[in-house]
């Protein structure tokens, strides 16, 4: 039996706290899931209980986007509520010796709710830059705990590192010449090289204590958890490797799903359930050039790295005890909506700043219509020159640049591939994604039907309106390297980085 029943069948007579208090906040982010690999999403071989009774029990969405095709930018957009172009997390991402990071002057959600009295903290993969002398970590950005690694996992010569069961090497490849992988606690260096099997009960357990702590001193927190599960290459621990017949990737989602059944005890255990908000969701599309390894778009179109749905669509699922009425919506959402839903359920004052988000507790609570009606969707090396490959307005989607990536390799749409030069369309290819989430039936080919003129009209001169709105700040991701910034826990040693150990 999961977790999550147990506690549901086992726990019904725990004190709740009034629901007079500022709520708690569990955000989990997953990284690389794509929209069909849960159950829950109609994946067959997916064992995710867990999560899979979290959207029986709360609300689940169907038509919800992520700001960034790829790791860093979705997280900046997360974060900020804003898209990454504002805070110049573009083109690509962060790595281990990059220069900039998530600028200081942006507004997180954690500093949001600080304001608010929370205390808050941070488990997993950052992937927001680390800088000089930590200038760019979770510390620095309203988190007051962080353990974690400060970059992707594979970001790192991993292969060196074992993983379970003992002594056999990591499957996959890794930069080799990067940094050894270090597990941050605060700003200090807890752990250099990472030992995976050992990974997430170390988050598990640092996240169970935070919420202990905190619910003890009678403290509203905020903790978000973002899961290094299912990137490439991927590891689990001893729990759950060999038990998904999806092989590692299924067993590293079984992880990610356990953890989230550990959360849910903890709320549950902790009497706080009725006041507790968990919401769960991805950073961006699965990398479906790695195979088997590399997740499920499900129907949608390509995966990681495109402006297709299977980029930027992923699985949502927002779970309140007697808060939130059970069900599935099809109801438009995305990132950029959690900082604002969060400000307006903790009562906290909006960052001074133009945000991209819209408040969603009436989609939440009442069941009313979503507030957003349009997405755009920008890829992964923006070009502020040409803007968004492609926008959404209501059900219909068009494409003004479409393109294929090297994430999305090995599908048999060519579409996908690397070799699906950028290419620009005038007039647009334009999709009903009601009935062709697929994105298979160009609207507007062979002929132009007349009917649809007034709807094309209509989303050229919303692109138009967007793309003068929208600034441009200048690229962090594009301040070059330094070598010297990959964190080292023996700053003296050598050679580096295979004398990093500690």
């Known amino acids: ?18 629901s007079s208090d500022p709520p708690n906040i569990i955000l989990i982010f997953a990284d690389d899931l794509g929209y069909g690999d849960l159950g829950c ?11 899979d009774i979290m959207a029986a029990r709360g609300l689940r969405f169907t038509d919800f986007y992520s700001t960034g095709a790829v790791c860093s930018p979705s997280r900046a957009g997360l974060l900020t509520g804003r898209f990454q172009t504002r ?6 991402v962060f790595y281990p010796s990059s220069v900039g990071g998530l600028p200081l002057s942006e507004v997180t959600i954690a500093e949001v709710l600080q304001s608010r009295g929370y205390v808050t903290a941070m488990a997993g993969k950052w992937h927001l830059g680390l800088g000089l002398n930590g200038t760019f970590l979770p510390t620095r950005q309203g988190f007051q705990h962080y353990l974690g690694v400060p970059f992707s996992h594979d970001q790192g010569p991993c292969q060196n590192l074992t993983c379970f069961p003992p002594n056999t090497l990591c499957y996959g490849t890794c930069d080799l010449g990067e940094t050894l992988l270090p597990v941050f606690i605060d700003e200090d260096i807890l752990q250099q090289p990472v030992y995976f099997p050992g990974l997430v009960p170390l988050y598990q357990k640092f996240s169970k204590a935070f919420i202990h702590k905190a619910v003890t001193e009678k403290r509203p927190f905020f903790l978000y958890y973002a899961s290094h599960h299912t990137h490439y290459p991927q590891f689990a621990s001893a729990q759950y490797t060999g038990h998904s017949p999806r092989g590692k990737f299924g067993d590293a989602l079984l992880e990610v799903d356990g953890t989230v059944g550990e959360l849910i005890k903890s709320v549950w255990d902790m009497g706080i359930q009725n006041n507790t908000l968990i919401i769960f969701t991805s950073d961006n599309g699965p990398e479906t050039m790695r195979k088997e390894r590399g997740g499920s778009s499900g129907l949608l179109k390509c995966g990681k790295s495109t402006t297709y749905e299977g980029g930027l669509r992923e699985p949502a699922i927002m779970y309140w005890e007697g808060k939130i009425k059970p069900g599935v919506t099809s109801q438009m959402a995305s990132t950029l909506d959690i900082l604002p839903t969060i400000a307006s359920l903790a009562g906290a004052p909006l960052p001074k700043v133009p945000l991209d988000g819209y408040d969603l507790s009436k989609l939440l609570f009442s069941g009313e219509k979503s507030p957003r009606n349009t997405f755009y969707y920008y ?7 040409r803007g968004i490959h492609a926008l959404r307005m209501g059900k219909y989607k068009a494409h003004f640049y ?3 990536a090297f994430h999305s390799e090995t599908t048999p749409d060519p579409d996908c591939h690397v070799t699906a030069l950028l290419t620009e369309h005038n007039p647009p290819l334009l999709f009903d994604l009601e009935t062709d989430p697929a994105e298979n039936y160009n609207l507007l080919k062979p002929v132009f039907p007349e009917e649809l003129e007034p709807i094309v009209h209509e989303i050229q001169k919303e692109r138009d309106r967007f793309l003068k709105s929208m600034t441009y700040a200048k690229s962090e991701i594009n301040k070059g390297t330094d070598p010297s910034l990959r964190p080292c ?3 003296k040693c050598s050679p580096k980085p295979s004398c990093c150990h500690c």
Do not use: E, K
């Open 1 to 18: 039996m999961t977790l999550f029943i147990v506690f549901i069948f086992g726990c019904l007579l725990c004190h709740a706290a009034s």
């Open 41 to 51: 999403y109609g994946h067959p071989t997916s064992h995710t209980p867990n999560l």
């Open 87 to 92: 805070s110049g997390v573009y083109p690509g």
């Open 379 to 385: 890829p992964s090396s923006i070009d502020p020159r």
């Open 402 to 404: 479409t393109q294929g």
């Open 489 to 491: 826990c023996n700053p």
